[in-house]
Each structure stands twice: as structure tokens, then as C-alpha cells.
């Protein structure tokens, strides 16, 4: 069954520690996105890749990287975690308009 | 700047009471309007996609309208595990923005608690 999957799902994590957020998708998408959402609050886009080696910042400043090295894979890195980067964090897919979401990750940094 | 409005905020209703969400949005030429459901803790589940005025969609209890302004997700006889958070979102038909992505822009959502 095509999905897209996200892990952890939940994570704790000290302040200055380096993560990786995993995502993967079985649709055979080439649009990827990462949002970031608060409680009660709108998602908020960002990052974006196009497709193999193509990645872009989204609307949200964001100090979170992430790379595109093979279509079905998107990780998203922070180099030094943050009380700040505390929030749920959302990978999703699109082959045309329509963007099908993971299950998310929610991330508490101490 | 496209903008998208839900409202209620919240809506309350009994099991088998049926209401309607509202979804007003602005936006310069539309490319398509998602409706998501969301269970707290987890990711947005794609529910539809209208794409012109006068379309209208279903799925079990489901029904999803579109006017060039707004959109209504119409709830039919709800059950308590309907209880979530709805969204809608808005993509505009432009070709890319200065980025080079076409923007989505989502609603802060409608949450609907059904009780028994």
C-alpha cells in the first residue's frame, strides 16, 4: 500500500543535540514538503524539494536543513536542537495538487 | 495574499445533529481547495479536492461544496468518532511564486466534537 511514513514519531531530545526527522513516501511523488505546526495554530511550510537534488526554504524561517538524494526519501536536520524547535513536525507528498501527510513527529527539546 | 478563514473555531454537536463548516477564502484564481481531517497528535488525512464553483463531493457522512468564495463541509448525522479537526487549505492557480513552489495555504481549523 503506498504511504508515507515519518519517524520517531515522538522525540526528546536535550538542548545542543543533532537530529535527523525521518520521511518516506511510497507514491512515487516528486513534490515533498516539510511543515511545522503548533497547537491550534496553521501549518507552516518550511521546506519543499521538486525533486532529486532540488530543495528549497519555505514561507517559515526554519534553522533546519534537509536534502533530496533519492526521490522517496526527504530527512529534514537540526545541527543543535533548541527550546525554540519544540513543535509537531509534518513531511508530506504530492504528485499534483493534492498533498497526502505523515503521521509527524512530535519534537520536545529540554 | 490568499488568506483562508474557518470558522467556527469549535462546534459542539450531539450525535446525529447535522451542521456545517465554513471555509471562506481569498485568493487570486483558484487552483484547488483541500479539505483534511486531523485526530490530535497525528498528520492531516486527505479528505477532498474541489477544483471550480459548483462542485461537490462526498464521501459516508461527507459532503464538501464550493462557491467562488467559500466552501461548507456539510456533516450528516455525525458520530462521535467524527469528532476532529478539520481543515481546508487553498492553492492559487499561479504559475510559481518567487520561490518556485505553489503556495498552499491552510486554515487554523474547525474543532468538531461529537458527543454521544
Known amino acids: 500500500e503506498a504511504d508515507i511514513y515519518q519517524t520517531p514519531r515522538y522525540l526528546v531530545i536535550g538542548t545542543g543535540k543533532k537530529i535527523t526527522l525521518e520521511c518516506s513516501q511510497t507514491?512515487?511523488?516528486?513534490?515533498m514538503y516539510w511543515y511545522q505546526q503548533d497547537p491550534g495554530m496553521e501549518l507552516h511550510l518550511i521546506h519543499y524539494?521538486?525533486?532529486?537534488?532540488?530543495?528549497e526554504k519555505g514561507d517559515l524561517s526554519s534553522e533546519s536543513t534537509v536534502s533530496r538524494i533519492r526521490t522517496e526519501h526527504f530527512p529534514l536536520t537540526l545541527e543543535s536542537a533548541r527550546p525554540s524547535h519544540t513543535s509537531q513536525y509534518l513531511c508530506?507528498?504530492?504528485?499534483?495538487?493534492?498533498?497526502?501527510f505523515g503521521p509527524g513527529t512530535r519534537l520536545l527539546v529540554l | 495574499e490568499d488568506q483562508v478563514t474557518q470558522s467556527p473555531e469549535a462546534l459542539r454537536l450531539q450525535e446525529g445533529e447535522s451542521s456545517s463548516l465554513n471555509c471562506s477564502y481569498t485568493?487570486?484564481?483558484?487552483?484547488?481547495l483541500f479539505w483534511y481531517r486531523q485526530d490530535p497528535g497525528k498528520g492531516p488525512e486527505f479528505l477532498f479536492t474541489?477544483?471550480?464553483a459548483g462542485e461537490e463531493k462526498e464521501k459516508e457522512r461527507l459532503k464538501a461544496t464550493l462557491t467562488k468564495k467559500e466552501s461548507f463541509l456539510h456533516i450528516t448525522a455525525p458520530k462521535p468518532e467524527d469528532s476532529a479537526t478539520y481543515l481546508c487549505?487553498?492553492?492559487?492557480?499561479?504559475?510559481?511564486?518567487?520561490?518556485?513552489?505553489?503556495?498552499?495555504?491552510f486554515g487554523t481549523g474547525t474543532k468538531l466534537q461529537v458527543i454521544p
Open positions: 507514491m512515487g511523488h516528486d513534490k
Open positions: 485568493v487570486s484564481g483558484l487552483r484547488g
Open positions: 508530506a507528498s504530492s504528485g499534483r495538487e493534492t498533498q497526502y
Open positions: 474541489l477544483y471550480s
Open positions: 487549505a487553498v492553492q492559487a492557480q499561479v504559475i510559481l511564486t518567487e520561490r518556485g513552489y505553489q503556495k498552499v495555504t
Open positions: 524539494s521538486y525533486g532529486v537534488n532540488s530543495t
